[in-house]
Nanobody, 121 residues
Framework: VQLQASGGGLVQAGGSPRLSCAAS????????MGWFRQAPRREREFVAA????????KYTDSVKGRFTISRDNAKRTVYLQMNSLKPEDTAVYYC???????????????WGQGTLVTVSS
């Protein structure tokens, strides 16, 4: 599956942007989808994941209660709604796809190109 992320940009602290990730390929509905991020001078880290049917989600502790992952299989798109942004959320955000919840949170098989989110204080 090929992935194309969008929605990044410069946002003020406290803002609420939404990232989108459009997928190509008819098997989108079978994949677990996830979001990762990489801040400057830091390693890429897992942010959120969602099951193929949208019934199950998982988040890293630092974004729980602020970020929401969702998907629309008919549109082959996964979203990351980010609320109450903080300067430490500044990073390049990547969407990813995997066959299982384990792979999508640790070693996804497919990656999007990334979209930069910069949070100003």
């Amino acid at each position: 599956v090929q992935l194309q992320a969008s929605g990044g940009g410069l946002v003020q602290a406290g803002g609420s942007p939404r990232l989108s990730c459009a997928a190509s390929g008819r098997a989108f509905g079978l994949y677990y989808m996830g979001w990762f991020r990489q801040a400057p001078r830091r390693e890429r880290e897992f942010v959120a994941a969602i099951s193929w049917n949208g019934y199950s989600t998982k988040y890293t502790d630092s974004v729980k209660g602020r970020f929401t992952i969702s998907r629309d299989n008919a549109k082959r798109t996964v979203y990351l709604q980010m609320n109450s942004l903080k300067p430490e959320d500044t990073a390049v955000y990547y969407c990813a796809a995997g066959d299982t919840i384990v792979t999508v949170t640790s070693s996804p098989g497919s990656w999007g190109q990334g979209t930069l989110v910069t949070v100003s204080s």
